[in-house]
């Protein structure tokens, strides 16, 4: 369980046993009535049902295993928490006035807390959504960031002025390349993973034609560029 849920869980627990303490430790009467006629028991439910439902969407809001996802399930919290409010108001109308009929107190709390439910869903399917579409992005943007990775990373191993200088010019192209990839790229993007695997040894190895196999990188980048255009 994440660590900062757990203090939220305990914050919620005590804040539950303070409000079933302030009900049940009132008077059971007043102004001749009983305080559980009426509408007490719809509001009640309807406190603790929104409360329940608080704790749900915090739950799902507080086990994202990433910032990003956690800042997409932020809208559950402030959802579940503007209901909690309602929740509470109108269930403390239905509670505190003896002669409200039983009958208008549910359909206020069902009301209540069907369009909660319906907000949580959209929320949820929001969040769902936009995760999916950053980790499909992620996954068609992870070839030339690995490549743009390796080549600065080449930059440094290069001894030679003259490899240095080719090595930064590979870098600079697979950094200044479009992001994403496709399926149709795959073969062109395989063609520049051994180009550039062929550039990098000649690069370490200090033999071999640095210029040539850097050359050879770059036309195959500028080829990738190209077609990524047309499949747009």
Not at 14 to 24: E, R
Not at 41 to 59: D, H, K, N, P, R
Not at 161 to 175: D, I, S, T
Request: proline share 3%; net charge positive.
């Amino acid at each position: 369980m994440n660590k900062n849920f757990k203090y939220y869980v305990i914050a919620w627990i005590i804040l539950l046993a303070v409000f079933n303490a302030i009900v049940f430790a009132t008077p059971s009467e007043a102004a001749g009535l009983s305080k559980f006629g009426g509408a007490f028991w719809s509001g009640y439910i309807l406190i603790t049902l929104a409360f329940i439902g608080q704790l749900v969407c915090a739950f799902f809001a507080f086990k994202s295993k990433t910032k990003d996802k956690l800042f997409l399930h932020l809208p559950l919290i402030t959802i579940s928490f503007s209901a909690l409010i309602v929740s509470l108001i109108v269930g403390v109308v239905c509670m505190v006035i003896p002669g409200l009929p039983n009958w208008v107190g549910a359909v206020a709390c069902i009301l209540i807390l069907g369009f909660t439910a319906l907000s949580v869903v959209k929320a949820k399917a929001a969040a769902s959504l936009v995760s999916d579409l950053g980790d499909k992005v992620k996954s068609q943007t992870v070839f030339i960031k690995y490549m743009t990775a390796n080549a600065e990373t080449l930059i440094t191993r290069a001894a030679a002025p003259e490899a240095k200088a080719a090595a930064k010019k590979v870098w600079e192209a697979f950094r200044y390349s479009d992001p994403m990839s496709d399926e149709g790229l795959a073969d062109v993007e395989s063609r520049i993973s051994q180009a550039f695997d062929a550039f990098a040894r000649a690069v370490t190895s200090g033999a071999g034609d640095v210029t040539g196999a850097a050359e050879s990188v770059l036309v195959l980048v500028q080829d990738r560029n190209t077609k990524c255009k047309l499949l747009k």
